[in-house]
C-alpha cells in the first residue's frame, strides 16, 4: 500500500547513486566517458532511489545504473590520496 506519491521525480536502481560524505552522485554518460554528476536524492530504498527533477539530470539522460560504488572508489583510486596513518594497527 503506497504511502507517498513522488510525482516529477526521476527513480533509478539504488545502484545506480552512490555517496560521498553528505552528497549524492550518477555516472552521466559523456562519450565514451561517465561523468560524476552531483543530485539531490529525496528517498532511497533497498531497491530504487528518488532524485529530485531539479536539473541535474533530465528524463532520457544516459546514466549508469549499477556499479556507482565501484565507479567512485576506481576514481578515489586514480586520484591517489595519500597513506592512511592508521593503516594495519587499532587503538
Do not use: C
Not at 506519491?5 to 559523456?30: H, L, M, R, S, T
Not at 528517498?43 to 556499479?67: C, E, M, T, W
Amino acid at each position: 500500500m503506497p504511502v507517498e506519491q513522488w510525482e516529477n521525480q526521476i527513480v533509478v536502481p539504488v545502484d545506480a547513486v552512490v555517496k560521498e560524505g553528505a552528497d549524492w552522485y550518477v555516472f552521466q554518460q559523456n562519450g565514451a566517458n561517465f561523468t560524476r554528476v552531483p543530485v539531490h536524492v529525496k528517498h532511497r530504498d533497498q531497491s530504487s532511489a528518488v532524485i529530485a527533477n531539479d536539473g541535474s539530470i533530465f528524463p532520457g539522460d544516459v546514466i549508469a545504473l549499477k556499479s556507482a560504488h565501484q565507479m567512485q572508489m576506481a576514481i578515489k583510486n586514480k586520484s591517489g590520496g595519500g597513506a592512511d596513518p592508521h593503516a594495519g594497527h587499532n587503538h
